[in-house]
């Protein structure tokens, strides 16, 4: 295996390979500081870069599903919003 060097390449297969890893890891191994290191890159690289892959939704497809993946998982990371205040 090779180093992805290229934005697109790297949100190709990071995206793919994180989707795995949430999906195949324990509740407690979500909680390694690895795993939350690479969703923030996944989700870093998708935000920045995602616009660049046009026509190609495979990589974007892998990497929303991975980032919804581990939302799932560990709803303590993302708290509710706070209700909205209607006038």
Excluded at 15 to 20: A, P, R, V
Excluded at 49 to 72: R, S, V
Aim: proline share 8%; charged share 25%; net charge neutral.
């Amino acid at each position: 295996p090779t180093l992805a060097t290229d934005q697109k390449s790297r949100l190709t297969s990071n995206g793919h390979m994180l989707e795995f890893v949430v999906g195949s890891s324990t509740d407690e191994e979500l909680r390694d500081t690895w795993v939350e290191r690479a969703v923030c890159s996944v989700a870093l690289d998708l935000a920045t870069f995602g616009k660049e892959l046009k026509g190609n939704h495979g990589p974007k497809y892998h990497a929303i599903h991975a980032l919804q993946l581990f939302k799932q998982r560990r709803p303590d990371l993302f708290p509710a919003p706070p209700p909205m205040q209607i006038q």
